[in-house]
């Protein structure tokens, strides 16, 4: 179940709905129980899981601070938060996060680039900027991703989509980061899913937009599936770099 609030521009209330997502079975859900004693109980067992060495009064505060970051989490919208960690011993180290959020978006037309509506969203300009942008078909109707490698900056402020000077930069001065957003959203606009996923090492940024591609190419509104709501085969993709 999701509520989303219109934006700024539109005069129409809040909208509740459901919304199908199509998601990893094997990563942990931060926000997935709506029941406080069962999320307690699960992030109880990650955390015990994870730091059995430490002592039961640390592994206490590990599991305040968990459900902690869980409520600001709901409080900001999020239906969905995905920890996927994988040590050295199995191919990593990698450290994943991926959240979706149900966004308002204006009428979408056919000759309409999602890409405006990502910047709207996301607050920063992509001309000029070293990311790459696709378009693709979903299960919705209408998908962009876009991938980039944040820098951050020796003041500690973010740079979404770098300029190539921020970016040559990085390699020296400042840290990198992977980023990785899907926006998928039915024809006549509405509602939309935003996907969005960040790895700690962004390198490894290709493969986690596979998995952001994925969950918000395959997922849908419930009230906008029609028949079987499975998938349509083929489409063309187009990307660009911008």
């Known amino acids: 179940m999701f509520t989303v609030a219109s934006t700024p521009s539109s005069d129409e209330p809040p909208t509740a709905g459901v919304v199908q997502l199509y998601t990893p079975t094997d990563w942990f859900d931060l926000v997935a129980d709506v029941d406080e004693d069962s999320a307690q109980t699960r992030c109880e067992d990650l955390i015990n899981r994870s730091y059995p060495e430490h002592e039961p009064s640390v592994r206490a505060d590990f599991t305040a601070a968990l459900l902690a970051w869980r409520q600001i989490l ?66 919705m109707g209408l ?36 980023l990785a957003v899907s926006l998928s959203c039915p024809p006549g606009g509405g509602h939309g899913l935003l ?26 509104f419930v009230d906008d599936l029609h028949g079987t709501g499975e998938p349509e085969a083929g489409g063309v993709s187009s990307g660009k770099r911008s």
Request: glycine share 12%.
């Open 195 to 220: 996907v969005v996923g960040n790895c700690l090492d962004p390198e490894q940024v290709v493969p986690l937009a596979g998995v952001v591609a994925v969950i918000g190419g395959n997922s849908a």
């Open 74 to 139: 709901r409080e900001q919208g999020l239906i969905t938060y995905g920890l996927v960690s994988v040590p050295a011993k199995h191919g990593g180290p990698a450290i994943w996060q991926i959240m979706a959020a149900v966004v308002d978006v204006p009428s979408v037309q056919a000759d309409t680039d999602l890409s405006e509506i990502a910047v709207r969203l996301l607050g920063d300009e992509l001309e000029g900027r070293v990311a790459y942008t696709e378009s693709y078909p979903t299960r």
């Open 143 to 178: 998908g962009l991703g876009i991938i980039s490698q944040p820098v951050m900056s020796p003041e500690g402020e973010l740079n979404l989509f770098p300029s190539e000077e921020a970016q040559a930069g990085a390699e020296t001065s400042t840290g990198r980061i992977g």
